[in-house]
């Protein structure tokens, strides 16, 4: 053996490096991805795969998603077309109708709110108007139609009548709710600094019942949207619900599911936005 040749030392193999950890920030967006976005992402192309498949069937009632996105492709992208009289799109036709929720449903909540302090805070009060709130919120949407269209003699006061009268049931029911479950502790500390009426009313009454008024404004919102699609139907013009009704008697099934879509997210937004302004309200401590 030559003592001149070396051996080669064994070169043990490097271990890779940890990936960097991602920031904060991404790895936060990527858990609430996970968390809140995807399920219903994989459920909504679960139900769309199966509709399109029942859909393509020969002889199938309803057309599938594509064949509806195909029909109501003008619909989809000129939403605020206006070719005069109720011939507008299908954009008009819900500010039509929320224009009509804003009237009707603002109205609901000042008589709402007023109604309900004033049940809250009597009882005298209590005891004579709740058996008739009772009752009365018992009735249908649109069974006050024909007596709303009776009184007023026409369709725009009719429909905000219904709106009115439908939303504001909840927000009496839960506001009172709400003033009566004022702690007591909260009520003594108001007597011994002396707050007058409305001191009383905007530092302790209105804060300590806020999570419960907004509970009922956000039940009184969806509603109100529902009693609006529900009398548009019927009273016809510019509306959501004529735009529904008139798809109907056309057979545009297509521009039926449409529309419900629509009706469904602006619902959806008019909860969110309620229930946001209420956590913002109450910090937090509002039903949301």
């Known amino acids: 053996m030559n003592t001149t040749d070396t051996v080669e030392p064994i070169r043990l193999a490097t271990p890779a490096a940890p990936p960097a950890p991602l920031p904060d920030g991404l790895r936060r967006a990527a858990r609430g991805f996970t968390t809140h976005v995807l399920p219903p992402l994989v459920i909504t192309g679960l139900l769309l795969l199966v509709w399109e498949l029942l859909g393509s069937r020969p002889g199938a009632a309803l057309p599938p998603p594509s064949k509806v996105v195909q029909e109501t492709w003008e619909l989809i992208v000129s939403p605020f077309y206006d070719n005069g009289g109720n011939d507008v799109g299908i954009a008009w036709q819900l500010l039509a109708s929320l224009k009509r929720v804003a009237y009707g ?21 209590l005891r004579g108007l709740d058996p008739l709130f009772q009752v009365l919120r018992t009735v ?26 439908t939303s504001v049931w909840p927000i009496i029911i839960n506001t009172s709710i709400g003033i009566r479950n004022i702690p007591d502790d909260y009520r003594n500390v108001a007597r011994v600094i002396r707050l007058n ?14 999570p419960f008024i907004f509970s009922g404004l956000r039940i009184g919102v969806g ?9 548009e139907m019927l009273i016809g013009g510019v509306g959501i619900g004529f735009f529904i009704w008139d798809a109907w008697n056309s057979s545009r099934i297509s521009d ?31 039903a949301g």
């Open 105 to 125: 449903y603002s109205l609901a909540v000042l008589a709402g709110v007023g109604l309900g302090v004033l049940v809250g805070q009597s009882t005298w009060a």
């Open 197 to 210: 009426g409305l001191e009383y009313f905007g530092q302790i009454m209105l804060p300590a019942a806020a």
């Open 256 to 286: 039926i599911i449409l529309a419900l879509f629509c009706v469904g997210i602006v619902g959806f937004l008019l909860d969110r936005c309620v229930a946001f302004l209420g956590q913002l309200v109450t910090r937090g401590t509002s």
């Open 140 to 165: 249908p949407p649109l069974a006050w139609l024909p007596i709303s269209l009776a009184g007023f003699q026409d369709g725009q006061p009719s429909a905000i009548f219904v709106i009115f009268i």
């Open 223 to 231: 509603l109100s949207w529902l009693a609006i699609v529900a009398a």
